[in-house]
């Protein structure tokens, strides 16, 4: 081997291995803090979810201008969110000698949830929300169940799925 063909050879590795090393990515320790977390959306129990079809005789609930509507899994989802967020902000606003009867845990109880869903005159996607914590039978799956009293066992709120807005929230009194 002459010296050249040797020179020829190293430039030749050199060349490789420099092109091969620019692909390459270093490791670092440190956090990076550019990376966005999305918050994982919890999974919904959809066994403790009955939908009911709205009926225009229960003007009660929403007048009869209100039209009946279906509700995807996303809805649910976001109904759920929008729920825990309507509650916790009025957990806050309670005084502490309400709380005992007025204030509700989500996390605590296993409430069954009927769900009324509509379409509002201005288009607008609503939904009317009965919470039990207490049930007998599978009725509240078909019909609706109205319970006097029993604190914050039982509570109701409306959402408007359209606006992200929650309304009409309220607890049952305590005998």
Known sequence: MTPSSINYGWTILFSVLTIVSCGQTTTNNQTDTTKVTMTPVQPVD????AIIPFDKSRDWL????YSPST???SDIEKIERL???????????LSS????????????????RQYVAVINKNGD?????NC?????????KTSIIMVDDGGNCYFN?????TKDKCYDLGVNGHA
């Open 83 to 93: 729920m825990t967020d309507c509650i916790d902000k009025y957990n806050n606003k």
């Open 62 to 65: 929403f007048d009869k201008t």
């Open 46 to 49: 959809t066994s403790l979810i």
């Open 97 to 112: 000698d309400n709380k005992q009867y007025f204030s509700i845990d989500l996390t605590k109880e296993k409430y069954k």
């Open 125 to 129: 996607k609503e939904v009317w929300i």
């Open 132 to 140: 039990l914590c207490q049930t007998h039978g599978n009725d509240w």
């Open 157 to 161: 709120l409306k959402i408007n799925l």
């Open 71 to 73: 509700l995807t899994k």
